[in-house]
């Protein structure tokens, strides 16, 4: 697959591809209102066309999809990727292009419903609630070039080299304290606190906590129970920094204060070696007062 500039002579089937896939995902979210603004002021707008600039990704010299830039690269016009190509990381190597060419230092766009978590998997974040303007629905978004490139710091997660993994885990903590944008990766975070190794366990651990305050679909309720078990981990270590991951959810998750109190008061410190006990138990008293403090 190769990603470049969309030429004169493509430009019918890239806006062929734009209408497509736009009635077909995005559509259904509109009134016939919004359907008949977007078409009119963006896909069959001259004056709108000669003021972006467009990439194509080709596949076999087949367009499959399509991300338009206005604004001198910082604001995302249009984007679109043929539906039976969704999921194969096509968008991601069109939004990379843009980012590449891009000299602003940050980027906007207005997605819509249909594309918000699309965009918070790119890294965007929320800068306002959802909004209609001539029946189109929209939330506007922006990403910070350097500061947010979430995608990539996700994969260090699991990196052999420690101190990598775990720049990573700080970078995404700290993300997290200030916007919603990592929560689009909490699944992710489900699963590496099954791993094997402690210390995955312990980075997706800390960073599924880190989601209590975006938690806007109660993952995070429906996965605790099993989260929890890492209280009962075989590495003191692990149990320590689990305790001090909780304040997040203790802060942001009332209704698991319960839940989280029970597993805490479960927690069997004595198995470990005697250094430790106190620690541990000290750990606890902390997350105990601090749901009572709440």
Known sequence: MVVKKIDENKKEEALE??????????????????VETFKRTAVYNEDYMESITMYGA??????????????NGSHIALFFVDGQYHRKGIGKRLF????EQSTADELTVNSSPYA???????GFEDTAPEQVTDG???IPMIYKKNTYDIASLIPMLEY?????AYKALQELERISDETGSVYAYIEKFVNMIRSDKYVVR????????????WDRNNILDENIDAALHILNDEKPTAVRQALAALSDVVRYKPDLRETVKKAVYEINYLRYKDTMHSLIAKDIREVLDLIKEV
């Open 202 to 213: 312990v980075r997706g651990f800390r960073l599924f906590c880190k989601q209590a305050k």
């Open 17 to 34: 591809l734009v209408i497509r896939v736009f009635m077909k995902y995005e559509a259904p979210y509109y009134s016939d209102e919004g």
């Open 160 to 164: 052999k080299d420690t101190s990598i």
């Open 96 to 99: 990379q292009t843009v980012l």
């Open 58 to 71: 080709y596949k076999n010299d087949k367009i499959v999809g399509v991300i338009a830039m206005r604004n």
């Open 116 to 122: 918000q978590e699309v965009y918070h998997h790119l």
């Open 136 to 138: 189109i629905r929209y």
